[in-house]
């Protein structure tokens, strides 16, 4: 099993900034693919931002130009600097991986963090 845990949510006036970040940990796994979702109340999951092991990075049209996504392959460690936030960011974000682990690929996900920008 692969465990993900999200840290840096919280609260933010609109224009401002957080930093998400995403640990991976658990026994013999290799990570494709990482990336964060975020779901606001009513509405479905949706992807912001992923970036894959070759470096490959795609972004929600809504966020892009203010949203930066990075890894740190050797920590096994996944961030999302998220500038200029607006109201319509306010959602529970969550950590995603694909990793292999024996062979196969698996999807994993983290319990979420809550983001509010709010004045």
């Known amino acids: 099993q692969v465990q993900l845990v999200e840290s840096g949510g919280g609260l933010v006036q609109p224009g401002g900034s957080l930093r998400l970040s995403c640990v991976a940990s658990?026994?013999?796994?290799?990570?494709?693919?990482m990336g964060w979702y975020r779901q606001a109340p009513g509405k479905e999951r949706e992807l912001v931002a992923v970036?894959?092991?070759?470096?490959?990075?795609n972004y929600a049209d809504s966020v892009k130009g203010r949203f930066t996504i990075s890894r740190d392959n050797a920590e096994n460690t996944g961030y999302l600097q998220m500038n200029s936030l607006k109201p319509e960011d306010t959602a529970v974000y969550y950590c995603?991986?694909?990793?292999?682990?024996?062979?196969?690929?698996?999807?994993?996900w983290g319990q979420g963090t809550q983001v509010t920008v709010s004045s």
């Open positions: 995603y991986s694909n990793a292999r682990r024996w062979g196969s690929l698996y999807d994993y």
């Open positions: 970036i894959t092991n070759s470096g490959t990075i």
């Open positions: 658990g026994n013999r796994f290799s990570i494709n693919a």
